[in-house]
Nanobody, 130 residues
Framework: QVQLVESGGGSVQAGGSLRLSCAAS????????MGWFSQAPGKAREGVAVINSDGSTSYADSVKGRFTLSKDNAKNTLYLQMNSLKPEDTAMYYCAAFSILGPCGLGNPVTSRWTAFGYWGQGTQVTVVS
């Protein structure tokens, strides 16, 4: 059973930075697609950034150039570096994963949906104040 534990959320002023971490455990040697999703109050859960098992990444248009997704395979930890934060980035951020043999990404109509991801962390709150 894959377990995902997020950390690193908090409150920051607009223009500031945060780094979210997602520690993963329980992998069985399969290839996984991993990513971060955000959900603001009253809104649907949306993909922020996704990484393939080969390390290739994809981002939502709203965060391109500001957020960077990376993965430390030795530590089984996923990171989301969030720079130039805006009040509209305020949301609960969730780490997610699912096993897949092929590529995945936010440009794929199937893997861009949160319903494709079977494993979820508990979420970490990011609040950006103006």
């Amino acid at each position: 059973q894959v377990q995902l534990v997020e950390s690193g959320g908090g409150s920051v002023q607009a223009g500031g930075s945060l780094r979210l971490s997602c520690a993963a455990s329980g992998y069985t040697g399969r290839s996984y697609c991993m990513g971060w999703f955000s959900q603001a109050p009253g809104k649907a859960r949306e993909g922020v950034a996704v990484i393939n098992s080969d390390g290739s990444t994809s981002y939502a248009d709203s965060v391109k150039g500001r957020f960077t997704l990376s993965k430390d395979n030795a530590k089984n930890t996923l990171y989301l570096q969030m720079n130039s934060l805006k009040p509209e980035d305020t949301a609960m951020y969730y780490c997610a994963a699912f096993s897949i043999l092929g590529p995945c990404g936010l440009g794929n109509p199937v893997t861009s949906r949160w319903t494709a991801f079977g494993y979820w962390g508990q979420g970490t709150q990011v609040t950006v104040v103006s």
